[in-house]
C-alpha cells in the first residue's frame, strides 16, 4: 500500500507524488473514478501508464445536474489522455457523450449489480434471527452501506 498523504483540495504535490510512484510502480493501466480524481490522468500518461480508464461513476455534489460550464472544460481537456470510460448509468453515459463530447466507441456501460445466483432469498425460512433485540420472529434483516447524500441521487 502506498499514500500519498493527500491534502484536502487541489494538489499539484500530490499529482507530482502520483507522477513518481506511477514511474517506479510502472502499471498495466489506471483505473480512475468520480470527476475530481480524473486530472490524475495526465500523471499517469506522463509517467508512461499504457492505459487510461476513467469510472464515470456520479456528480461532484457542487454541480449535481452537470452543467458547470468550467468543470466541463477542464473534463475536455483530460479527455485525450484516457483511453476509455465506464459510465454506471444511462444518464453518465449521455453526460460524457453530449456535455464532455466523448465518442460513445470510448464509453461502456457496467450497471452497479447484484449476483442473484450467491444473494438471494433464504430457501427456508428461519424464524430466529441474530441480534433479536431488533429482529424477531416474522421480520428480516436487510443492511446497505452506503453514503447518504444529494450527490447519489444521480
Do not use: C
Not at 456535455?99 to 452497479?112: D, E, M
Amino acid at each position: 500500500m502506498f499514500a500519498l498523504n493527500k491534502p484536502p483540495g487541489n494538489s499539484p504535490a500530490t499529482l507530482v507524488r502520483l507522477w513518481r510512484l506511477l514511474r517506479r510502480l510502472r502499471p498495466e493501466y489506471r483505473p480512475y473514478a468520480q470527476p475530481r480524481r480524473a486530472r490524475a490522468v495526465l500523471p499517469a500518461a506522463l509517467a508512461g501508464v499504457p492505459v487510461r480508464i476513467h469510472g464515470e461513476h456520479g456528480r461532484d455534489v457542487d454541480d449535481l445536474d452537470g452543467t458547470n460550464t468550467r468543470r466541463q472544460i477542464v473534463r475536455r481537456l483530460y479527455k485525450p489522455f484516457v483511453h476509455q470510460y465506464i459510465a454506471l448509468s444511462q444518464d453518465l453515459a449521455s453526460y460524457l457523450r453530449h456535455k464532455i463530447r466523448v465518442p460513445t466507441s470510448r464509453i461502456a456501460q457496467i450497471y452497479n449489480g447484484v449476483d442473484s445466483e450467491q444473494f438471494h432469498p433464504a430457501q427456508e425460512r428461519r424464524d430466529s434471527v441474530p441480534h433479536a433485540d431488533f429482529a424477531g420472529p416474522g421480520h428480516f434483516v436487510i443492511g446497505s452501506v452506503g453514503r447518504m447524500q444529494d450527490v447519489k441521487d444521480r
